[in-house]
């Protein structure tokens, strides 16, 4: 196990090799989920119909820059996100449980999504202007608007206008809806997957390396796909709009599922599960491996006394 540094900077390099594969998607994703809002059903748009259908209709109308509009905010908000959610999960939930039970070995459950969850919102939390800025960048087209349109030049001018406009308040506008979100997600991201490895480890008898981590990501990733998309939805509503259209996080989610249906929540699961899955495999993946490239350079640069602290 790498130095809660480490293990910070290992989460983030590899959070940003994920996002840069993933981020059309996300952006298709916003957009559905934007679009047809607060629309009795029947009179919603249908601009984008899927994954891939939304991803062609933005690289053919607005080009390859359209559909990685936000990619600067995005790789800040990952680095922050899961940097702290792969930094200081394992700190927390070893402490916890070696408070509890004694031995920093012991796994459980309810430790481990408590730790999953708190270590996602505090990542949640410190990036929540980057992810507003990214979502008002993303769902900015114009060919096919959808939602409240924000045109700003790029992420640093978002960031000034939002300040400008509303002071810190503004910037940190849905961060609740935010919290929320990625608490779900950080919840059962890391438990789903080790439960998954320690399982496909023990019944299956895979051994560590490429293969396991593949396939306790992609078990991993459809779980927190599942449990996180209907906050996703509202935070993301939070996000663009413009004044109060929305008071808070259940508002908003009343307001939906009134106007919409119930399914309005799940708006844009599709391309949110062709994001994730990769996302998340990439993530974990490149996680384990980042983690014994900084353990290597720690072993290197670091005294043996601090390293056999952690």
């Known amino acids: 196990m790498s130095t809660t540094a480490g293990a910070f900077i290992a989460g983030g390099i590899a959070a940003c090799g994920a996002v840069t594969a993933t981020h059309p998607f996300e952006t298709v994703k916003i957009r559905m989920q934007l679009q047809g809002e607060l629309q009795d059903k029947g009179h919603q748009p249908r601009l984008y119909r899927g994954p891939v259908h939304g991803v062609s209709v933005i690289v053919r109308n607005e080009g390859l820059r359209g559909i990685y509009r936000g990619l600067g905010c995005a790789y800040i908000y990952q680095v922050l996100l899961n940097g702290c959610r792969l930094g200081f999960y394992e700190p927390m939930r070893s402490t916890l449980t070696n408070v509890i039970f004694k031995d920093p070995k012991t796994q459980s459950l309810g430790i481990n999504m408590f730790c999953g969850a708190a270590s996602g919102i505090l ?15 993303q769902s900015f ?58 399982r496909l480890v023990r019944h299956l008898g895979m051994e560590e390396g490429p293969a396991l981590h593949l396939a306790s990501s992609t078990a991993s990733g459809f779980v927190v796909c599942v449990v996180m998309h209907p906050p996703d939805t509202i935070m993301s509503r939070l996000y663009n709009q413009n004044g109060n259209l929305y008071k808070g996080v259940f508002d908003c989610l009343a307001k939906t599922i009134k106007t919409e249906g119930f399914f309005a929540i799940y ?8 994001r994730i899955l990769p996302h998340t495999i990439l993530t974990l993946s490149l996680a384990e491996q980042t983690n014994k490239l900084i353990r290597k350079l720690e072993n290197r640069i670091l005294p043996a006394s601090t390293l056999k602290s952690v």
């Open 267 to 274: 708006k844009g699961f599709l391309p949110h599960l062709a």
């Open 141 to 198: 087209s114009p060919f096919l608007p959808v939602g409240t349109q924000h045109n700003y030049r790029n992420a640093w001018d978002g960031l000034s206008q939002i300040y400008r406009a509303e002071g810190v308040r503004g910037l940190y506008r849905g961060v609740g809806a935010a919290m929320i979100r990625t608490g779900f997600g950080s919840s059962v991201q890391l438990p789903t997957y080790f439960f998954a490895k320690r």
């Open 123 to 137: 990542g949640a939390a410190a990036g929540s202007p980057f992810f507003l800025a990214k979502t008002r960048l």
